[in-house]
């Protein structure tokens, strides 16, 4: 790392004006939802809220993050095309939020929007010290984008995850970028993460629990499209062996998570994009954490790969020790999480048949009679549209 103050006072402005951008832009983002009918209606218990919620939040990230890069960063044909991809990715977003597309075509604009990208020069050229060639090079690009992009989206289930986790995530890239400096692609990198860490936080204090907005689809798959792409542009590039691990570590409670869940529906015979209640956070949820305690090991979870990824990137003689340890201590607490005992946190109190003689008066006060209910049927919200 070359200590440049000059640089790093611009990292550092980047960084805030991003922040202060967003954190200005999500009150008139909020007014706009609701103008435009972009509202979370609570249907079913698997929503911690209990009123409408104006989302497409997303948007006013995205504001906070292209001012500060138009002001602070230097445009190539790569960055051209990841913001190009971008704002395919946020215009499909606000669709969404406000009409509720299919999963089908926002899919196939994912894609597009990934080729972009892509032929615009950002693609994974090295894996695990090998070249790829340009016909295996461009399908990897791709896949890698879109997945990470959806992974992002998958784990948006709680107040303030995603943009929480999006930031540390962007954060360790950022310290990454910043060791590699004076490497130019490094430097260009650095620009962009810092503008993205601080789009998340100038709105994460109207999206923590309890959120007075959600950043929606907006949100959720613009901040997956940058990590997938700037990953690329930053760590991919590398010729280095352990350039495939980095991205891997800091991107891993998304890619654990999104992972898992097609797994666990391709085995039930049910679509990969089919909604149920088994991501990490729901699962955190029904054994008896509040949402600031899922969110909380969620954010602990991902500092600890991310910092994982830091030292990997630094201690070249310790990489193979950190990159090992951190695979087991998440794996470790993955593997109680998801195939521990699973307990839903809030189950019925067990009542007994009321006397044919009160029934009258249990209905007149709103009580159940028996407690012979049906559960109402749960839903994803952002995977089954």
């Known amino acids: 790392m070359i200590l440049d103050p000059n640089f790093f006072l611009k990292v550092a402005l980047a960084l805030v004006c ?69 704002v395919i990715i946020v215009i499909l977003g606000v669709m969404d939020d406000i009409l509720t597309l299919h999963a089908l075509p926002k899919f196939i604009v994912q894609i597009f929007a990934a080729v972009v990208v892509v032929l615009h020069g950002c693609r994974i050229e090295h894996f695990m010290g090998f070249v790829l060639p340009e016909w295996l090079s461009y399908p990897v690009s791709v896949i890698w984008i879109v997945a990470i992009t959806n992974a992002v989206n998958f784990i948006d289930g709680l107040d303030g995850l995603a943009a929480g986790v999006s930031a540390i995530s962007a954060g360790a890239m950022l310290i990454i970028a910043l060791i590699l400096v004076p490497d130019t ?139 090992i340890g951190a695979i087991l201590i998440v794996g470790a607490i993955g593997a109680v999480v998801i195939f521990g005992t699973h307990h839903k946190k809030h189950e019925a109190p067990q009542q007994t048949e009321l006397p044919e003689e009160n029934a009258p008066e249990a209905r007149k006060e709103g009580k159940p009679e028996t407690t012979d209910t049906q559960p109402p049927q749960e839903e994803e919200p952002h995977e089954e549209n």
């Open 18 to 86: 991003a922040a202060v951008v967003s954190f200005a832009a999500t009150p008139i983002i909020k007014v706009l939802a609701k103008k435009v009918g972009a509202m979370d209606i609570p249907k079913d218990e698997r929503r911690m809220h209990k009123i409408p919620i104006p989302r497409m939040g997303g948007l006013a990230i995205f504001l906070g993050f292209m001012v500060s890069v138009l002001i602070f960063g230097k445009m190539n044909r790569e960055i051209q095309g990841i913001l190009l991809g971008a």
């Open 185 to 323: 692609t490094a430097m260009a990198s650095a620009i962009l993460l810092a503008a993205i860490v601080g789009a998340c936080v100038g709105f994460i204090p109207y999206n923590f629990n309890p959120a007075t907005i959600f950043m929606g689809d907006t949100g959720s798959t613009f901040l997956g499209f940058m990590l997938a792409s700037i990953s690329i542009f930053g760590l991919f590039k590398t010729y280095a062996v352990i350039s495939f691990a980095v991205p891997f570590l800091v991107l891993g409670l998304p890619i654990f998570d999104i992972c898992f869940a097609v797994i666990r529906r391709v085995s039930k015979g049910q679509s990969p994009m089919h909604a149920d209640r088994g991501h990490v956070h729901h699962r955190l949820i029904d054994m008896g954490f509040s949402q600031k305690q899922a969110v909380a090991i969620s954010y602990l979870l991902s500092a600890i790969l991310g910092l994982a990824a830091v030292v990997l990137t630094d201690r070249g003689e310790v990489q193979a020790m950190i990159f």
